[in-house]
């Protein structure tokens, strides 16, 4: 067995350092890129969303490096994420490639026994014993936290430093160097030590940085390349940006979800304006919106693929919130077509409004 994955933002360092600890024969896919979204936009249908066009196109470079497993997550409700495995599996099928798809939905959504199956399935590869597959599992949640909160703290801290792009530096390099690695606990001390290292990091409190959530469908906010590196080109900016949806978020609410006590406050928050669960994450959108303007962010970008249903719900409520909260949001629909140069000026111009705002001279005042 030799197992790969899809991309989706810091997972893959995560993913390695469990493989590494549990001596399993991985393929790390190149990180997404245009050739990827061509070879999945090839032989995708033309209506399904961008995940799933890059996934394939993951998928098949990895295959190219020897790769004979799936591991994808999955999920129930209106979403098609939920049906991407089937798709993906008869697809590939369709291409000539066998393949074994490991699908890891909700334990609430399969039950418990069929989870620890399919965990089984993966762990079957390894020749470690119960107890240290155990621990080394832990570490692997342990990583995923750390290497959000690196990152948390780089885009955020980004708006103060003195030196503009010191913060963004030292992450990359963090990335960089976590992947170097070749056990989890040695991934562990790299990213304690660029936690550290940017906790040094020259700041001025006197800073005044425009702050903004990002918001939206979870896939499209977290991959880089799929939302065209919007959070670097906001620490470009000098603007400090923060995300609720993570890879850790994600683990978090499905271990608290079974007993409804995952994302209690986004939920309260969003009860006004989407009472109910509609799939994907609208509610944690509408919710993440309403908490962001409470916390005295300037603004929010939400981001989502063409066709995303979820979305399109929250896309229409948004403006709601925007009047009653008086938060500017500005909404980017991405796909294989978006244009670089087109997405940047709304970009530009989003922060123009917001820094005028900020500083009290719109209409001239």
Same mark, same amino acid.
């Given at each position: 067995?030799?197992?790969?994955?899809?991309?989706?933002?810091?997972?893959?360092?995560?993913?390695?350092?469990?493989?590494?600890?549990?001596?399993?024969?991985?393929?790390?896919?190149?990180?997404?890129?245009?050739?990827?979204?061509?070879?999945?936009?090839?032989?995708?249908?033309?209506?399904?969303?961008?995940?799933?066009?890059?996934?394939?196109?993951?998928?098949?470079?990895?295959?190219?490096?020897?790769?004979?497993?799936?591991?994808?997550?999955?999920?129930?409700?209106?979403?098609?994420?939920?049906?991407?495995?089937?798709?993906?599996?008869?697809?590939?099928?369709?291409?000539?490639?066998?393949?074994?798809?490991?699908?890891?939905?909700?334990?609430?959504?399969?039950?418990?026994?069929?989870?620890?199956?399919?965990?089984?399935?993966?762990?079957?590869?390894?020749?470690?014993?119960?107890?240290?597959?155990?621990?080394?599992?832990?570490?692997?949640?342990?990583?995923?936290?750390?290497?959000?909160?690196?990152?948390?703290?780089?885009?955020?801290?980004?708006?103060?430093?003195?030196?503009?792009?010191?913060?963004?530096?030292?992450?990359?390099?963090?990335?960089?160097?976590?992947?170097?690695?070749?056990?989890?606990?040695?991934?562990?001390?790299?990213?304690?030590?660029?936690?550290?290292?940017?906790?040094?990091?020259?700041?001025?409190?006197?800073?005044?940085?425009?702050?903004?959530?990002?918001?939206?469908?979870?896939? /499209?906010? #977290? !991959?880089? *390349?799929?939302? %065209?590196?919007?959070?670097? =080109?906001?620490?470009?900016?000098?603007? @400090?940006?923060?995300?609720?949806?993570?890879?850790?978020?994600?683990?978090?609410?499905?271990?608290?979800?079974?007993?409804?006590?995952?994302?209690?406050?986004?939920?309260?928050?969003?009860?006004?304006?989407?009472?109910?669960?509609?799939?994907?994450?609208?509610?944690?959108?509408?919710?993440?919106?309403?908490?962001?303007?409470?916390?005295?962010?300037?603004?929010?970008?939400?981001?989502?693929?063409?066709?995303?249903?979820?979305?399109?719900?929250?896309?229409?409520?948004?403006?709601?919130?925007?009047?009653?909260?008086?938060?500017?949001?500005?909404?980017?629909?991405?796909?294989?077509?978006?244009?670089?140069?087109?997405?940047? /000026?709304? #970009? !530009?111009? *989003?922060?123009? %409004?917001?820094?005028?705002? =900020?500083?009290?001279?719109?209409?001239? @005042?």
């Amino acid at each position: 067995m030799k197992i790969t994955f899809p991309h989706l933002g810091n997972t893959f360092l995560a993913v390695k350092a469990l493989f590494d600890g549990l001596g399993i024969d991985y393929v790390v896919p190149p990180l997404s890129n245009r050739e990827a979204l061509e070879i999945g936009a090839k032989y995708s249908p033309e209506e399904i969303c961008l995940p799933f066009k890059i996934m394939i196109g993951n998928y098949i470079q990895s295959i190219r490096e020897g790769a004979d497993t799936i591991l994808i997550v999955g999920s129930c409700g209106p979403c098609r994420f939920g049906e991407y495995c089937e798709l993906q599996m008869n697809l590939l099928k369709k291409l000539g490639y066998n393949l074994k798809f490991i699908v890891l939905d909700y334990p609430k959504d399969i039950g418990l026994k069929e989870f620890f199956r399919r965990i089984s399935s993966i762990a079957s590869g390894s020749d470690k014993n119960n107890f240290e597959k155990l621990r080394v599992a832990g570490l692997g949640l342990k990583i995923i936290n750390l290497i959000d909160n690196v990152e948390k703290k780089a885009k955020f801290l980004c708006g103060y430093e003195l030196k503009r792009g010191q913060c963004k530096s030292l992450l990359n390099e963090c990335r960089k160097r976590a992947f170097e690695t070749d056990s989890p606990e040695e991934m562990i001390c790299v990213l304690k030590n660029y936690a550290g290292k940017l906790g040094k990091v020259p700041v001025s409190k006197n800073k005044k940085p425009l702050k903004i959530a990002i918001i939206g469908e979870i896939y /499209t906010i #977290i !991959e880089p *390349f799929s939302n %065209l590196f919007i959070e670097e =080109k906001l620490m470009n900016y000098g603007v @400090s940006t923060a995300r609720c949806l993570t890879p850790s978020w994600w683990v978090k609410d499905a271990i608290l979800s079974p007993f409804k006590l995952n994302s209690i406050s986004i939920r309260m928050a969003s009860r006004k304006y989407l009472p109910f669960y509609i799939g994907g994450h609208a509610r944690e959108c509408v919710g993440e919106a309403v908490l962001a303007s409470k916390k005295g962010f300037d603004g929010a970008i939400q981001i989502f693929p063409v066709g995303c249903m979820p979305e399109i719900v929250s896309k229409s409520i948004l403006p709601n919130i925007a009047r009653d909260k008086k938060f500017p949001i500005l909404t980017l629909v991405v796909d294989e077509m978006t244009g670089e140069a087109g997405y940047i /000026t709304r #970009i !530009e111009a *989003f922060l123009d %409004l917001l820094e005028r705002r =900020k500083n009290n001279v719109l209409y001239g @005042s």
